[in-house]
């Protein structure tokens, strides 16, 4: 990337607290603060941490149906999210494939859509292009922020009472310290939590207030990640890309019922057959029995010792306690329990498929 | 007794033939927290710049790169159980390996401590 890494309306509180900034997605973003990328995991599973997600692609859809329309790309059922609700999907390509995960929120009179970073200039003119009516704008002046952990409904609902009302994937919009905020009950860590979109010339304000309460500490990416990885969500780029159809990632839970039957939306010939026949390799939870953390790209071997397939994450997990891992195996070798080898190294390590999330998820059902 | 240290951020000291090595409080903090380490057998031997070992942390593995010519005496047994203990004392208990020298003269390539400094600033 030639240009310079852009910085969010956050960035000069990050340098305050002492973050160390990193290239991100041409964006330069804290990937730890001092407490180290352990002590912020945990901070999250305990209480609750503070992420700056400004990075992600916010976007704006107005027009007739975007619902309905939005079907023809996502196979998720849209046209029937009721306003005030938000549900997790993805654009497929044509052979079925991932072309980016995303959120969507009816919000009544239009659709907010949350996009990956680094995906925003691919996914802003696909919704321009096949979105035939709807005003797609992206909102530059807009901060994000994410609160997340079991303490979030007390770090947010002590400025805004109406945030401990809400329940897991309902948005709103309200007052946070007098300022308005589109608050969703929603995160990426695996906990209870909200993403709170904040205007830009407000964010740090908005964000020291909830610094101020004593359970919450900022956390940077590194920090996401392990949480991410230990709730068994797929990041963009590592566990799902342009290849992998939502039934070889273990996806199908987010496509629904009518949409399944109906199909209606790209790739769905090899989507249906998939969720039909099975896919011929499957996202699995694998854990290594040793403390050596395997890497994305690590071979996975089965017990005689025929590629089987590869890590995509894998790190350490700080709640965990131990190294973690998710990687697609053939489907004949995705049960948990089965045992498999892992090549690190040149050195095989045992480790086993397990089911996900490794940690048991926390939302506000 | 003297310290050496290589470019590599590894320290060495030195009793009669045997080498203790371990990285330095500089390198523990760089890597952040430190949850694996890989090491050589007692036995193993090798030629200075060879990759003798690995230390990760949370985000990423490093490669620990022998500062001299050798053989593995000892591994260092408390960093098989505790990485950890190489973020709070380097320089201290969670030393590395013992070595045993192949060429004494090689310690003079390494730096001595306002050399190391003077590298990392």
């Known amino acids: ?10 960035y000069d509180l990050h340098v305050e607290l002492g973050g160390k900034m990193v290239d991100f997605a041409g964006w330069e973003m804290p990937v730890q603060y001092p407490m180290g990328i352990m002590g912020e995991h945990k901070q999250c599973r305990e209480k609750a941490a503070l992420f700056d997600v400004s990075h992600m692609g916010q976007v704006i859809l107005r027009g007739e149906n975007v619902g309905e329309k939005l079907e023809t790309l996502c196979p998720q059922a849209y046209a029937t999210l009721k306003e005030g609700k938000a549900r997790y999907g993805f654009f497929t390509n044509d052979d079925g494939g991932i072309m980016d995960d995303l959120i969507v929120s009816n919000a009544g009179d239009h659709y907010f859509v949350v996009v990956n970073a680094a995906l925003r200039h691919q996914d802003i003119p696909h919704m321009q292009a096949n979105l035939d009516g709807v005003e797609v704008t992206e909102i530059f002046d807009r901060a994000l922020v994410a609160i997340q952990g079991p303490a979030a409904e007390s ?33 990426y860590t695996g906990e209870d939590g909200y993403e709170i979109s904040i205007p830009e010339d407000k964010a740090i304000e908005v964000s020291r207030a909830f610094l101020a309460h004593d359970d919450c500490e900022p956390a940077g990416l590194g920090a996401r990640d392990s949480l991410r990885l230990e709730a068994g969500l797929c990041l963009y780029g590592n566990d799902i890309d342009q290849s992998t159809s939502p039934i070889e990632a273990s996806l199908s839970w987010a496509i629904q019922k009518r949409r399944k039957e109906e199909g209606g939306f790209p790739g769905a010939a090899r989507i249906q057959k998939e969720l039909a026949e099975g896919a011929a390799k499957k996202l699995v939870g694998i854990k290594p029995t040793g403390r050596a953390p395997a890497r994305q790209g690590v071979e996975v071997q089965c017990a005689e010792g025929n590629t089987i397939g590869a890590i995509t994450s894998g790190s350490f997990g700080p709640t965990v306690g131990g190294p973690v891992a998710m990687g697609y195996v053939s489907a004949g070798h995705a049960k948990p329990g089965e045992t498999v080898n892992l090549i690190i190294r040149g050195k095989a390590q045992p480790a086993e498929i397990v089911a996900l999330p490794f940690v048991t998820q926390n939302y506000k059902r | 007794m003297t310290t050496y240290y290589s470019e590599e951020h590894e320290w060495v000291t030195v009793e009669g033939d045997i080498a203790t090595v371990g990285i330095t409080q500089h390198a523990a903090d760089q890597l952040g ?22 230390i990760e942390s949370v985000k990423a593995a490093s490669e620990i790169y022998a500062p001299l010519d050798g053989e593995v005496v000892e591994a260092n047994a408390v960093l098989e159980e505790n990485p950890g203990a190489l973020n709070e004392s380097p320089e201290g208990e969670a030393w590395i390996y013992k070595i045993k020298l192949a060429d004494a003269a ?13 590298l990392i600033g």
Request: proline share 4%.
């Open chain 1, 1 to 10: 990337m030639t240009d310079a890494p852009k910085r969010t309306p956050l």
């Open chain 1, 155 to 187: 770090v947010v609902g002590d400025l805004c009472p109406a945030a401990r009302e809400m329940k897991f994937m309902e948005t709103i919009v309200a007052a946070i310290a007098g300022v308005e905020c589109r608050i969703s009950r929603l995160g």
């Open chain 2, 33 to 54: 927290e430190i949850v694996f380490c890989e090491q050589k057998e007692a036995g193993d031997d090798f030629e200075k710049g060879d990759e003798i070992g690995v």
């Open chain 2, 106 to 118: 090689q310690l003079e390539e390494l730096m001595d401590l306002d050399g190391y400094k003077a």
